[in-house]
């Protein structure tokens, strides 16, 4: 079972390659892979790259093929799981 769903950032657009990109606004950092959803709990997409500054990165989100991209254009804010870790917790 999933924990609670924490707000990862607000969607901007979709980039060429399809990708959805968002930028954080938050210090959780999600692993690449990891689910994305949206406000009603339900699946977008997974992380495909988190780029830019660690202070303000920007998440790229891989499409589920169980998604229309009209749908996923409506979205302003996208979640993880509250299980995400934030800047530099991985860092020993």
């Known amino acids: 079972m999933r924990g609670s769903l924490t707000l990862l950032g607000l969607a901007l657009h979709l980039s060429k390659s399809k990708k959805f990109v968002v ?3 938050s210090k959780a950092i999600p ?3 990891e689910s994305v959803y949206d406000g009603k709990s339900r699946v977008i997409g997974l992380v495909y790259d988190v780029i830019g500054p660690i202070s303000s990165p920007y998440i790229l989100i891989k499409p589920s093929s169980k998604i229309a991209l009209d ?3 409506r979205i302003k804010k996208v979640y993880v799981t509250s299980t995400s870790k934030g800047v530099g917790d991985d860092v020993r």
Do not use: A, P, Q, T
């Open 23 to 25: 930028k954080s606004s």
């Open 71 to 73: 749908d996923l254009r």
């Open 31 to 33: 692993k690449i892979g």
